[in-house]
């Protein structure tokens, strides 16, 4: 099952938290499954999962958004990996990232957490910090404002207009790091513009 991925969008579950900076993870797996022709449907490791190919003959995706806050993200994920026999090294987690500007996307494979309690849950539940991140900027908050209030707020008008732009860039990731693996992707993505 090595052609086999887990990919997982970080947010938290719920109508009203749907728009915030903090679920762009989620944002992101959902144009992805659009573009698959994948649906989502309730699965009994506690997300909602769907299931798709990159391509015909291609690697095969799966999808899932954990039904936990984004802080208790460890556990759907453990569950989901012992369920389709999925190695960490074939995990790809998609998440907001603060300390990158917004509308940039940025991969990283392996590391710690960041302070980003929804990558520290899962390495805590899966024990090991070897999978790859595809981490979506959102920038930093404006003035004094708090940061937690900042991830939990919804996009601007102006970035709302740009963020689809942004989801397409983090579909091309996910299809690459799935292809062509890692570095090929990381060298791609991650070289200045």
């Not at 908050?141 to 207009?161: C, H, K, M, T």
Request: glycine fraction near 12%.
């Amino acid at each position: 099952m090595s052609n086999t991925w887990l990919v997982v969008g970080l947010g938290n579950p719920g109508p009203d938290y749907a728009g915030h900076r903090h679920n762009v993870g989620q944002m992101a797996l959902s144009q992805l499954a659009s573009d698959i022709g994948a649906t989502f449907k309730s699965h009994k490791a506690n997300a909602l999962v769907a299931e798709g190919w990159v391509r015909p003959g291609g690697p095969k995706l799966i999808l899932a958004k954990p039904n936990t806050f984004m802080n208790l993200s460890g556990g759907p994920v453990a569950n989901l990996l012992k369920f389709y026999g999925i190695e960490p090294l074939n995990l790809i987690v998609l998440h907001d990232e603060l300390d990158i500007d917004f509308d940039v996307v940025r991969l990283k494979s392996n590391g710690g957490h960041g302070g980003h309690n929804g990558l520290r849950d899962i390495i805590a539940a899966i024990g090991t910090n070897e999978f790859d991140r595809v981490r979506i900027g959102i920038g930093r908050p404006p003035g004094r404002q708090d940061a937690a209030d900042f991830v939990l707020s919804n996009f601007n008008s102006s970035e709302r207009e740009v963020l689809p732009h942004v989801l397409a860039h983090v579909c091309d990731a996910v299809d690459m790091i799935a292809t062509e693996g890692i570095l090929a992707a990381q060298q791609r993505f991650n070289s200045p513009a």
